[in-house]
């Protein structure tokens, strides 16, 4: 009986825990302010059909924003869209995992929502999104036939048009199903290649209904960036640190995972982690969302351990990441009242019945006012640090430019005309031509300004 009280507490704990940590997400437009660029971005793909990047630029590919779009005009972002959005999709992941690897939908669902606390599991950032074609293009390599080659294959391509990262992330299982098909049919590895081609091309059509110049500035732009986007050797060696440490946590589960590996399915997951690992190192950057590539396909090795491992063993395996996730989770609540509560304050409404639909010029500002106000903005470029990655000591000059352009509208970060002022000449412009008209002083926060009568 003391066992069983025990075990029912357990389970009423993690239920109210997990209700809890999921309203807190469900109450934000937001938790990772990257995921409102593909929302902008999307609402002009999808609204007003305008192609990437003919309005604002990241350096994603299309497939991304075109989901983003659709979904934030199904659920609009005050409603939690982004976090429905993570909870959909890890249902369907942890669906697909019951129907077609027999493992327990409850053990992939919550390992995938509490362990993934301290790596944003809820943000809908791209990880999340992608996730289930790698899933369905694993499924798909595993059953016999041509069909099944090239539908892999597409899975894979149209993950890679969500993130080009998701192509480090499933390499390895891929080339290891590839390898098990060749031995029967050495024609599925190229029906594989021809169904990555079909998949990663297909969200591209749209570009052929339109000038040709246009694709050309979509792929130039992404070449120019990505050339200049590259992470440095400290942070490099930033990310190694963190992501090991972060997988030492992990260590015991895959440990005993690698002792108990005798079944395909699992033998699969164990190099889909692994290959997670290899995606992370070769991002380069510190972002701990990233760990999401680990985590997922590592949700299939814990919940096919659960069915395996003494209960003990099983929890004691789980030890650390289980004081991981308790303070990511803790963490993610605090956080997310947090920032609840400043975004009521900013009154973003507001804003937008002051500036309507008129041009903004973005001086490294965040970007999270034109999401959230529906404001346009003048130049492609509103993430806070695209102009000067970009253009580098060049980037004053391009703002000069801009400025020259004389908009109605020019809005800053908080501090960038105050001391020391990094750029006093675009300052010098603002404060004789413009006033001042609202500020506010917050990670996401700005100084407006108009420009003065003639």
């Known amino acids: 009986m003391p066992a069983l ?11 109210t825990i997990s209700a809890i940590y999921i309203i807190s997400y469900l109450r934000l437009p937001f938790e990772d302010h990257d995921t409102l660029l593909y929302v902008i971005i999307g609402r002009a793909l999808i609204n ?18 075109a989901i983003y779009g659709i979904w934030t005009k199904i659920i609009p972002l005050e409603k939690g869209s982004l976090a429905l959005l993570s909870l959909i999709s890890i249902s369907l992941f942890a669906n697909m995992a019951k129907h077609f690897w027999n493992l327990p939908f409850c053990i992939v669902w919550f390992s995938l929502l509490l362990f993934g606390a301290p790596f944003l599991i809820l943000s809908g950032n791209t990880e999340i999104v992608f996730f289930p074609f790698l899933f369905g293009s694993i499924i798909f390599l595993e059953k016999p036939g041509r069909a099944a080659a090239i539908a892999g294959g597409v899975s894979i391509g149209l993950a890679a048009e969500i993130n080009y990262i998701s192509v480090f992330s499933i390499f390895l299982p891929a080339i290891y199903l590839a390898f098990q098909r060749a031995r029967k049919s050495p024609l599925d590895v190229f029906l594989t290649a021809l169904g990555t081609s079909i998949g990663f091309i297909t969200p591209l059509l749209p570009y052929l209904f339109v000038e040709k110049s246009v694709f050309l500035h979509y792929i130039d732009m992404q070449r120019l960036y990505l050339g200049h986007y590259g992470a440095s050797p400290q942070e490099r060696l930033q990310s190694i640190e963190l992501f090991l440490l972060l997988f030492l946590c992990f260590a ?14 699992q033998r699969v997951a164990l190099i889909w982690t692994l290959s997670g690992v290899v995606a992370c190192c070769v991002s380069g950057h510190p972002f701990r969302h990233y760990f999401l590539l680990v985590l997922i396909p590592l949700s299939l090795l814990i919940a096919s351990q659960w069915k395996t491992l003494p209960l003990r063993m099983f929890w004691i395996s789980l030890a650390p990441a289980i004081l991981l996730a308790g303070y990511g989770t803790i963490h993610d609540i605090s956080h997310n009242l947090k920032l609840y509560w400043r975004i009521q304050a900013m009154d973003f409404p507001a804003l937008h019945q002051m500036i309507g639909k008129t041009p903004v010029l973005n001086i490294r500002a965040s970007h999270v006012p034109f999401a959230l106000a529906d404001l346009q903005s003048q130049t492609p470029f509103l993430f806070r640090h695209h102009v000067q990655i970009l253009y580098g000591d060049n980037a004053r000059a391009w703002y000069g430019q801009e400025l020259a352009r004389t908009p109605r509208f020019v809005m800053t970060s908080p501090q960038l005309c105050m001391p020391p002022l990094d750029m006093p000449e675009i300052c010098a412009f603002i404060s004789e031509r413009y006033r001042l008209l609202r500020t506010e002083n917050d990670e996401f926060g700005f100084a407006l300004y108009e420009r003065k009568p003639s």
């Open 5 to 15: 009280n025990a075990k029912r507490f357990l389970t009423i704990f993690i239920i």
């Open 48 to 65: 007003n059909h305008i192609l990437p990047y003919g309005y604002v630029f990241d350096h994603k590919p299309i497939l991304l924003y």
């Open 252 to 265: 015991p589960i895959i440990f005993v995972s690698l002792k108990n590996c005798t079944k395909s399915p």
